[in-house]
């Protein structure tokens, strides 16, 4: 349905709010090609246009809906090999297929904010128009990136298990180890501070994102 004085063209035209999401490998030059093991890992990840190499030891990927930036943000977290710049705001439309392609607002922040996080807490920044609160979520990925720096191989096992689904029992008996000791590793791990953080992530991208106008429905 158009306004009364919009036509069909206009509508797809409008700008939509997006997160662009620009990563660069650190130290690049000395050490192996990470990028295309890092795609494959997040392909699973729904996005509005999937991750693809842009340039060198870079990649680029486009999301519309708040649920969608926990798991890439923890994946990306979790390899410890990233800076990681997340641009809120308006894409030019139709958006192009291909995520590298695209233009607008939310792009020129993802690059101020990729360049930014190399001297950044955790190699990670959040640019967007609204900066009270873009500055809420990054301050929330910096905490919860502090919670996951933590986590021993041993933690994300279990951390792993347990977003599968399972209790600490059942995953006691998958490793072979006590219930209590299941505990003491989630624990250590902060397996529920993770959990709170990414919600809090979530509903803090909502409010940029599921809520902006212009927003994607």
Known sequence: MYGPHQTETETEEAAVTVAVLTVDQRGSRTSDDRVPATLESLARVAMLRPFERTAGDEFQGVL???????????????????????????????????????????????????????????RLRVTGDDLPRVRALETALWLWAAVLARRTARGWEVADLVDEGLSYEETGRRLGISQSAVSQRAQAAGIVEGRRARELVTHLAAALLDDAPGSTP
């Open 64 to 122: 519309a809906a708040a649920g969608d930036l926990p798991p890439v943000i923890e994946a990306l977290l979790r390899e410890d090999a990233w800076n990681i710049g997340i641009g809120l705001g308006d894409v030019e439309q139709p958006l192009p297929s291909h995520a590298r392609a695209g233009r607008g607002a939310a792009y020129l922040h993802a690059r101020e904010a990729v360049t930014t996080a190399k001297n950044s807490p955790w």
